[in-house]
């Protein structure tokens, strides 16, 4: 599965309706989020992750999204399981910390 394009028509349904869900706060203008984003769609792309969705939000295109999430910088990736933020964080990261990341989002344990 591969990264999915978000706007504000579908966000809300998409991290309610999936267990888990990585957001993507991106700009085309930085250049972070440009080395960010192969590695972002590489991960989106293993077998491993197939239970996971993706998002990507540009945040020029959704102000009030970005505004609504209270992004202050971009990159900036939000995790939400079962419609729970359990990170958010700016700046790009490596293949490897990505991996861990997701690793440790499907072992967190959520109510909902």
């Keep these: 599965m591969s990264t999915t394009q978000l706007s504000s028509a579908d966000f809300e349904q998409t991290i309610t309706g999936n267990d888990l869900v990585f957001v993507d706060f991106w700009a085309t203008w930085c250049g972070p989020c440009r080395a960010f984003g192969p590695i972002y769609e590489a991960a989106s792309n293993k077998p491993e992750n197939s239970d996971v969705v993706f998002g990507k939000i540009d945040i020029d295109a959704n102000q009030d999204l ?24 700016a700046g790009a990261l490596q293949s490897a910390d990505l991996d861990d990341l997701i690793a440790q989002a499907k072992a967190v344990q959520v109510e909902g």
């Design 66 to 89: 970005a505004q609504a999430a209270g992004i202050q910088a971009v990159p900036t990736l939000m995790v939400v399981k079962k419609g729970q933020i359990i990170f958010k964080q």
